[in-house]
């Protein structure tokens, strides 16, 4: 026969055990019960109704009652945001230090962030974390309905109606293509998708600067048209341009999700990597270690935009004054064998 799971015992059972009060139940169980508020013999015939129904106090319960829980809310993303597990993780370790918890939430799809947050209204957390919504004023207007203090870790927003923390897309694609320069790269292409995020604008915009800032004479092509369906697929586009432009020996990821698929089409097209094309990419995150060779990648802090986050909301909560600008921390470069490093002769 199929047991059916009994409902916890509540604190108002324990009192209708013990033949008391609601609050005289409360006092007597508290870890700093007083015999002047309830006499022992009274706490005594409380705490073995408790035992008796088998009552445990809620932890939580008591934690918010003493004023000793201290809680961060973080709304995670959609899939798409392949990195954001180092950036909570490393909240999570920060807080710990502190004494706060990370709570996490997933962003359901059938609601908006805006409604998300309101939802987080009897969630006993005193400042949020999102990713993404930068630019979402109703984001910034269900924080402030809440009281509560939010920051955004954001790169695809254009404006910013909250504290927002990204990586430095501009400076981080302008050190990765200028590795390609160094290594003696002088045909370069860029892959990307359709401009229609920031860091889309910025990194195309850092892949330019390195080639103007270069004393060498270096062309390029782009593609900024590729999507995310067809980012681990073989890229046909490139497979084209390689028809009509053989001469490309470098080539700037705008994301590591594009690596496979390009790894591939080089081979098709007898390719040799990274003897004939140098490939850099762009974030660091798992297709480019486990890509065939692996990719030389400009990595995002990811554990360090996390920590900031925290950081910062956590100031926010204490009283700073912060302004609604974005942060943005420094990029590092991995290099791997798709593009080694440059020996020097």
């Known amino acids: 026969m199929l047991e059916h799971m009994r409902a916890r015992p509540t604190l108002r059972d324990v009192a209708a055990a013990a033949g008391v009060g609601l609050a005289t139940a409360s006092r007597a169980l508290s870890p700093n019960w007083n015999e002047h508020e309830v006499r022992p013999a009274t706490r005594a015939r409380i705490l073995k109704a408790a035992a008796d129904i088998g009552y445990r106090p809620s932890a939580m319960a008591r934690a918010l009652k003493t004023d000793s829980f201290r809680a961060v809310s973080v709304l995670l993303p959609p899939v798409l945001w392949a990195w954001w597990e180092n950036a909570v993780q490393a909240a999570t370790e920060e807080a710990e230090k502190d004494g706060y918890s990370v709570l996490a939430h997933a962003l359901p799809t059938n609601i908006t962030p805006g409604d998300a947050i309101r939802r987080l209204r009897h969630v006993p957390s005193e400042g949020i974390v999102i990713f993404g919504g930068a630019d979402d004023e109703d984001v910034a207007a269900a924080a402030r309905e809440l009281s509560r203090p939010i920051v955004a870790i954001d790169d695809t927003s254009f404006i910013t109606h909250i504290p927002t923390i990204s990586v430095d897309n501009v400076g981080g694609a302008e050190m990765g293509t200028g590795h390609l320069i160094d290594s003696g790269r002088r045909n370069l292409l860029y892959i990307g998708y359709e401009p229609t995020f920031r860091f889309s604008e910025e990194r195309f915009d850092g892949f330019q600067r390195a080639i103007a800032a270069s004393p060498h004479d270096v062309a390029y092509r782009s593609l900024r048209s590729l999507n995310h369906g067809a ?20 080539i700037f990821c705008e994301a590591d999700e594009h690596g496979p698929g390009l790894v591939r089409s080089l081979r098709r097209r007898g390719y040799a990597i990274p003897d004939d094309v140098a490939i850099v990419s762009f974030n660091g995150h798992a297709p480019a270690r486990h890509t065939d060779p692996p990719l030389t990648s400009v990595r995002q802090p990811f554990e360090a935009i996390g920590e900031e986050a925290y950081r910062l909301v956590v100031s926010l909560i204490k009283g700073a004054e912060v302004p609604t600008v974005r942060r943005e921390l420094t990029p590092e470069l991995d290099l791997r064998a798709s593009a080694p490093a440059v020996r020097s002769d």
């Open 231 to 250: 980012a681990l697929d073989t890229q046909p586009q490139v497979e084209a341009l390689l028809d009509t432009s053989p001469l490309i020996d470098g």
